[in-house]
DNA sequence: TGCTGTTCTTAACCTCGGTTAATGCGCCCT
DNA sequence: AGGGCGCATTAACCGAGGTTAAGAACAGCA
């Protein structure tokens, strides 16, 4: 772990609530680096996961895979977010969402339960963590009503405003899976916007 | 407030984490109760929320109205669950949800202010919270897998599970409204199943 | 009793995206 | 150079759900 990237995760937790030194000494040391190459699984669905990552360098997805073998990309994470599967760390059971790095990705990883052991003796790192999820939570709001409300187009639009960087870095049909369509539909509607212009579309409140 | 209301509240504060008597001894009084009508608005896009609520009896729904006037039903209140415009308190921000009351309610209500100020006092009542959210977030991330990997058919069948007394309770067209679908498909897909019996359905992981 | 408003149903037509399959293109390998 | 592979594109066809509009059932009420 380099200076760099304590320095980056220290700052994100900051920028969430305050984060006193005491509880930063205490967090700091429970994270160690890992490098995961293109492809490689952070967790895997019928898994009891135990981790959670802070991404410093690179690209992964969370995605379900249905009974038939059909893949929906949830979530793109890049630098400075947080990983993990979530639902099952939350609820410690088996989680059904897998993770995986899109590219050569460099992350920073605790146990999920050391950490929030921690909790008991840092009540501003408990208020961040529930600042995060909150924050989490609207976001989650947001693609809900995109879903919903905006059309497979609309939904492509957004993508590219949240991630501008991601579209050239991976296929297209992983963006196509997140957008809740094929590889197909997407391709149409790229064709679509290059001939007549992108249309207009739904104003649904912002993220951030 | 009658004492039967506010052991309900005590008792699904108490059902998520520990909460002291001290902690229930400063969160208890800053409840006051409250009756909607049928129709009455608890909350109201374009308004600054303030306000956190416990239901104690009846039914709201939160909605978002789109620039056209159509509307979508993100969730369903019932006894037992808090009801507010959350993203709007979360972010201190104007709510684009509208949040109404389907039938004559009965509330429990608190300033979200006053309330969350008291997590500086009392730790034990910000972890409840950090873990309302948290399940909260699983929830909407099992919605979110339905709406992308369910046919309405299956979201309705979901929907009759998750709420199996709301279905006599309102009309249809906030059912549909809720599936993310008009209230003519909803009709065509209640005969199918009459006729058809219901079909096969995805295996989406279940909430609670 | 009839009028009115609300909700639900049904039918006819249309659109968007799914499905399948063929084609093309770039890239890696030997 | 040639073969193979992964990915994007395109076309043809299909089906779920949207749209519009017309009835049916029912309740409230003068």
Chains 1, 2 share one sequence.
């Not at 073998?69 to 088996?94: D, H, M, P, S, W």
């Amino acid at each position: 772990m380099t200076a760099e990237e304590t320095t980056l995760l220290r700052h994100t937790l900051t920028q969430v609530a305050p984060l006193s030194d005491a509880a930063w000494n205490d967090v700091q040391p429970l994270f160690r680096g890992r490098m995961l190459a293109a492809g490689d699984y952070f967790a895997q669905a019928g898994e009891h996961p135990t981790e959670l990552a802070f991404v410093v360098e690179g690209a992964l997805r969370s995605f379900y895979r249905t009974d038939e073998g059909n893949e929906y990309n949830k979530t793109f994470f890049t630098r400075g977010t947080f990983v993990g599967a979530l639902a099952g760390l939350i609820q410690n059971t088996e989680t059904y969402i897998n993770l995986q790095a899109l590219e050569a990705s460099r992350l920073l990883v605790t146990d999920y339960r050391t950490f929030t052991a921690l909790y008991n003796r840092h009540h501003d790192l408990e208020r961040i963590a529930r600042r995060v999820i909150e924050i989490e939570w609207v976001k989650k709001e947001h693609r809900e009503l995109r879903l919903v409300l905006c059309s497979a187009e609309e939904r492509y639009v957004y993508f590219r405003e949240e991630h501008p960087d991601l579209e050239l870095r991976i296929p297209q049909y992983h963006i196509a899976s997140y957008l809740g369509i094929t590889p197909v539909a997407l391709s149409r509607i790229r064709r679509r916007m290059v001939q007549d212009g992108p249309s207009e579309r739904q104003q649904i409140p912002r993220t951030s």
